[in-house]
């Protein structure tokens, strides 16, 4: 079995800066594709990034250029550094790991979330 547990959102101005961290724990094995996801109000929980064990990364068009997705193998982190954030970026950010667990095997976890908001 293993856990994800999230931190580092908050409150920002538009045009601010958040990173969000997620660290994953227990039993692992080895990580393959860690991601963050979001949710807004009333709407779908869609990819915002997500990166392999290799450093291969891939952004939601709406993120490119203003979020940065990176991963530390050695402490099995993930990161999110969002930059020039505007209102729309409103969500709850979720965390995602594809972890290969002893005992348990392959399967895919998700974190508690962790919210964001971007207001003045």
């Known amino acids: 079995q293993a856990q994800l547990v999230e931190s580092g959102g908050g409150l920002v101005q538009p045009g601010g800066s958040l990173r969000l961290s997620c660290a994953a724990s227990g039993s692992i094995f080895s990580i393959n594709v860690m991601g963050w996801y979001r949710q807004a109000p009333g709407k779908q929980r869609e990819l915002v990034a997500s990166?392999?064990?290799?450093?291969?990364?891939n952004y939601a068009d709406s993120v490119k250029g203003r979020f940065t997705i990176s991963r530390d193998n050695a402490k099995d982190t993930v990161y999110l550094q969002m930059n020039s954030l505007k209102p729309e970026d409103t969500a709850v950010y979720y965390c995602n790991a594809e972890i290969l667990a002893h005992y348990s095997g392959l399967s895919t976890y998700w974190g508690q979330g962790t919210q964001v908001t971007v207001s003045s």
């Open positions: 990166i392999t064990s290799g450093g291969t990364t």
